[in-house]
T-cell receptor
Framework: QKEVEQNSGPLSVPEGAIASLNCTYS??????FFWYRQYSGKSPELIMF????GDKEDGRFTAQLNKASQYVSLLIRDSQPSDSATYLC??????????FGKGTLLTVNP | DARVTQTPRHKVTEMGQEVTMRCQPI?????VFWYRQTMMQGLELLAY????????DSGMPKDRFSAEMPDATLATLKIQPSEPRDSAVYFC?????????????FGPGTRLTVL
């Protein structure tokens, strides 16, 4: 059973702080890693993907991947109340299927 | 502005009734995925199609669920007969397998309530 684990939260940070979201996965053959944001009552929205070890930055978001540790994270700098949402980690294996974690609820307090 | 569309957005039905959900993928995408999301289980893959051919439906209860793609612009997910445990949000997503890193883009979902 291929698994993707996330801390369900809620993770609460003050506005302007760095939010750190973590994800571990069990399948060493996983190839690509995705972070989706899901607002309450809405559909998941892709915000970043990463496939190589190291960091990938896009605006206030940084994805970090460590394949040896089977660990992927998402950092959100200068957190805003509009970042409050559930963040889903998804992992793609060799068969194109995405396996999703159950998500971490992030709350950014003004 | 290209996006995945789904109908209906909400459906309330009684146990035993047939439910059909429809999805129009983004034009040019060759892969369609059906997911179910519940609080307990999270987001689960039910089935997916590539170039209209079913590739994997192992996540789908075969006795009551069926998924088809009659043409490149329409995917359907049918439940017959429906049961209260089928109550969930059903998402369709599309993507282009074989290019890039296979990002998937989600539709707005169908919120199904089976009484």
């Amino acid at each position: 059973q291929k698994e993707v684990e996330q801390n369900s939260g809620p993770l609460s940070v003050p506005e302007g702080a760095i939010a750190s979201l973590n994800c571990t996965y069990s399948d060493r053959g996983s190839q690509s890693f995705f972070w989706y944001r899901q607002y309450s009552g809405k559909s998941p929205e892709l915000i970043m993907f990463i496939y190589s070890n190291g960091d990938k930055e896009d605006g206030r978001f940084t994805a970090q991947l460590n394949k040896a540790s089977q660990y992927v994270s998402l950092l959100i700098r200068d957190s805003q109340p509009s970042d409050s949402a559930t963040y889903l980690c998804a992992v793609k294996g060799s068969n194109y299927k995405l396996t999703f974690g159950k998500g971490t609820l992030l709350t950014v307090n003004p | 502005d290209a996006r995945v569309t789904q109908t209906p957005r909400h459906k309330v039905t009684e146990m035993g009734q047939e439910v059909t959900m429809r999805c129009q993928p983004i034009l040019g995408h060759n892969t369609v995925f059906w997911y179910r999301q519940t609080m307990m289980q999270g987001l689960e893959l039910l089935a997916y199609f590539r170039n209209r051919a079913p590739l994997d439906d192992s996540g789908m209860p075969k006795d009551r669920f069926s998924a088809e793609m009659p043409d490149a612009t329409l995917a359907t997910l049918k439940i017959q007969p429906s049961e209260p445990r089928d109550s969930a949000v059903y998402f369709c997503a599309s993507g282009s397998l074989g290019t890039g890193h296979n990002e998937q883009f989600f539709g707005p979902g169908t919120r199904l309530t089976v009484l």
